[in-house]
């Protein structure tokens, strides 16, 4: 099956992505006054979403690597790099490969590798200490790809995972059929999305439960996407984000396709000419060795 996920879309987020993240890491990392001491892996980094927001909150790693499995989104990270950190940090890159070296304005580096890779497969260096991200990907991961996550928490290593969906999408004003389609999209989310059956949002409850049974410490803070229609830019993801579940749902079996088009419909008209807000729940968790 085809497990792409749309260039656009995953561009379209970064904005909302970036309003919704938590703290929890950042806190964390300032508290131990530690980032000089680890190396960042954002693991299904995408078109590098993460990495923009960690560098705009102001951690820089010294030494990063990006894994992702579809080329074409790893090929846009430096385009969004430059677009996101203007005026911030001066972005070089090497003529050779995908990597970049990123300084700012008080020539403090950090030097970013690019590499496609499988994260399930993907070994890092022992020797070294790691913040290890999935950043919108826990849900899509499966029981034995978050096992193996789970693995990397060896020594010092910190897991972090971040704006993992939970299953929750309230819409106000609300529909007569918003639970009906949220029922459908949260079973189309356990279908495969790159590692084998996803967990979809039962994954946050699997992870934690997994990981305090490991003997680590889960710190967990809300981080969802609060977006109603006030500008254009929120109007554009808000029929963008309506859209795809119509399509999401369009071909799944069982789904009253009357009924899809209903809700498409009327959620349209809302958010074109009516007040609308959506709140898409989401966890962010930071799991580490005590
Ligand atoms: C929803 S996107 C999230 C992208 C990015 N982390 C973000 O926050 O915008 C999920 C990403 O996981 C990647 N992916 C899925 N399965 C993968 C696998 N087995 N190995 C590496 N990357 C994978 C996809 O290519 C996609 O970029």
Redesign the pocket.
Known sequence: MD???SKSW?NM??HY?DLARSTILIDFMKKQNASNNYRLV??????G??LIWTLKRGLLFTDTIL????MN?LKSIKSNMRRYLKNIFTIKSNTNNLNLVISDALQKKSNVKIKK????TYQMKDLDTYVIS????LD?MSKS?IDTSLKKIEKKNILFYS?CFDGTIKWKKSHPFDKYITSFFNNHQMSD???GKALGYKSISFVTQRAKKLGYTVKTADSPWVVSNKSNQDILFLKRYILDIKKTLYHMEGIDRSMLKIWYTEKLDQILNKKIKVHVGHKDLLIFKK
Do not use: P, Q, V
């Open positions: 497990n792409k996920f995953i987020r970064i992505d954002d693991m299904c980094t995408g078109s979403s993460f894994i992702d499995n579809d989104l890779a499988d994260c399930d999935y950043s919108a990907a899509l790809s704006l999305k790159g590692f």
